[in-house]
Each structure stands twice: as C-alpha cells, then as structure tokens.
C-alpha cells in the first residue's frame, strides 16, 4: 500500500507527465506539420523523418511513465471501488497512443518514411506533390487525435486524484 505522499507523487506524475505529453504530441499537428505544407515536399519530408526519429525515442516512453503511475495507483486503490476503475482508464489511455500508432497512423507514416527516403523519386512515385501534401495532412489529423487520446488518459487520472 502507498503512503499519502506517494499517492500524491504518483497523482501529479501522471497527470502531469499524460497532459505535458498529449500537449506536445498534439502541437505537432496545429505548429509543425503546417509549417511542413507551407515548404517543399522534399525539404518537408526530410524534416518528418527527424521529427518521426525523435519522437519516437521519447513520447512512447513518457505515455508508458503515465500509464505505469496510474497502474500503480490502480493496484494501490480499494478494490471495490470507482477509483480503482479510474485509475485503469487513466492507465489505458495514456498507453493508447502506442496501439493507435501502430494500427491506425503506421501506413501512412511508413509512406511518408519511404517517399521522403527516396527524395524527389518518391515524391513522383506517390503521385505527386498533392499526394505527398495530402499524406501529411491525413498525418496531422492522427496525430492530434492520438494527443487526444493521451489527453483523455490524463483527464480521467486527474477526476480520479481530485476524487474524494
């Protein structure tokens, strides 16, 4: 069982780390990718494969810091009650991400991957500059849904640490 203190500690590291994530995830989608569309697709593309490099080696690992806080705070709540089933949304939002990632935005962002590798060649093979401009909108668009469903994670641990 958890003292106090590390329920607090725990409380505010998921939430905190679920909300800072989600935001950040989701400023991708309304600050960067428009910047993307306003550039060549060979220079925006470039761009998206850092941006798919680096993120990819930090927002996976701070959803699952916040889904592995609520979890921890799911364990650690009265079996019998509500709180408990908070805790285990609040966990099974955060890691949402990862399964939303991998089944519903990885084909469109492995073909912006393999166009953007092969340069101006890819960008004709895809159909065009409209094409490559309409894969990154498709990508805009699961992303912020993706920061939405983090969010959503984060907000349901918050209702559950301000739950009497």
């Known amino acids: 069982m958890a003292t106090p203190l590390q329920t607090l500690a725990l409380q505010m590291f998921g939430v905190s780390t679920g ?5 950040a995830i989701t400023a991708l989608s309304y600050s960067t ?3 993307f569309l306003e550039h060549p697709n060979e220079v925006s593309l470039d761009h998206l494969r850092a941006l798919f490099s680096s993120g990819s080696h930090i927002f996976p690992q701070l959803a699952t810091a916040a889904s592995t806080a609520f979890g921890i705070l799911a364990y650690n ?3 019998d009650s509500s709180l408990r089933f908070q805790y285990i949304l609040a ?3 955060s890691i949402g991400i990862a399964p939303f990632t991998f089944l519903v935005m ?3 962002n492995m073909t912006l991957k393999e166009i953007g590798e092969e340069g101006k060649e890819g960008i004709k093979r895809s159909g065009g ?11 805009k668009i699961m992303n912020a849904i993706r920061g939405g469903i983090l969010a959503s994670g ?3 641990g918050l209702k559950a640490a301000l739950s009497p």
């Not at 909300?19 to 935001?23: H, L, M, S």
């Open 77 to 79: 709540a009265p079996t």
């Open 33 to 35: 990718v428009p910047i």
């Open 154 to 156: 984060a907000a349901v």
């Open 91 to 93: 966990a099974a939002g």
């Open 106 to 108: 990885k084909p469109t």
């Open 19 to 23: 909300f800072v994530t989600a935001g």
């Open 129 to 139: 500059e409209q094409r490559v401009k309409e894969l990154l909108q498709s990508f």
